[in-house]
């Protein structure tokens, strides 16, 4: 079974208003667990490391203010995307190391209208 | 600084024949190299990884990857094809934050 699952799998939103998508590790703690975003049809990016119970840590050219992530807990990393416009539309993926392996999310597609 | 190139943005193969799909990266140490297979709007399934060891690296699905320093490569293999065997394919170099390739889509004939 998963290992990691993310929700929502999809979600639409109004330009302008704000969207959070969970990551989760299923029975695991992970103390580090990974942001990627994936425009069509392209690579996945690396937007930010989070950290349980720290800052997260952004990569070069990554709106902290634009994406709020928050590692809560060992289990739970969430990422918001705040006043989003139809240029954050995308699909969002999380990783989650446990026990030294990484393991992928199911990706959350987010569409702005 | 670390980077992956897949050549090949998309492959045609037809069912039960070979394929082959190229990996070249770039990494200042030893490097953990990661094959991803992506089905369409789903998140990524690791297919096989190297780390140290034998070269030859065997995967899940039929996969495998042979790691050759010389060439910088880590190209990835399957004997024969199976039509759910259509899906995007990433190389990936790093050891947690993972720098991938562009991906190579595969498509697989009757």
């Known amino acids: 079974g998963a290992v990691v699952s993310q929700h929502p799998s999809r979600v639409i939103c109004k330009s302008g208003t704000s969207v959070k998508i969970e990551c989760r590790s299923l029975?695991?703690?992970?103390?580090?667990m990974f942001w990627y975003r994936q425009f069509p049809k392209q690579s996945l990016m690396l937007m930010a490391t989070?950290?349980?119970?720290?800052?997260?840590?952004?990569e070069q050219g990554v709106e902290k203010d634009k994406f709020l992530i928050n590692h809560a807990s060992l289990t739970l990393s969430t990422l918001t995307v705040t006043s989003a416009h139809p240029e954050d539309s995308s699909f969002y993926i999380c990783?989650?190391?446990?026990?030294?392996?990484?393991?992928f999310g199911e990706g959350s597609r987010l569409t702005v209208l | 600084a670390q980077s992956v190139t897949q050549p090949d943005i998309h492959i045609t193969v037809s069912e039960g024949a070979s394929l082959e799909l190229r990996c070249n990266y770039s990494?200042?140490?030893?490097?953990?190299l990661f094959w991803y297979v992506q089905s369409p709007g789903q998140g990524l399934q690791l297919l096989l990884k190297?780390?140290?060891?034998?070269?030859l690296v065997q995967g899940i699905k039929g996969f495998e990857a042979e790691f050759k320093r010389s060439q910088s490569s880590f190209n990835l293999r399957k004997p024969s094809v199976h039509w759910s065997d259509a899906a995007e394919y990433f190389c990936?170099?790093?050891?947690?934050?993972?720098?991938f390739g562009a991906g190579t889509t595969v498509t697989v004939r009757a």
């Open positions: 990783s989650a190391r446990i026990t030294g392996e990484l393991f």
């Open positions: 190297y780390f140290s060891g034998d070269t």
């Open positions: 990494y200042g140490a030893t490097p953990y």
């Open positions: 989070s950290n349980e119970g720290s800052k997260a840590t952004y």
């Open positions: 029975d695991f703690q992970a103390t580090t």
């Open positions: 990936a170099v790093g050891d947690y934050k993972l720098s």
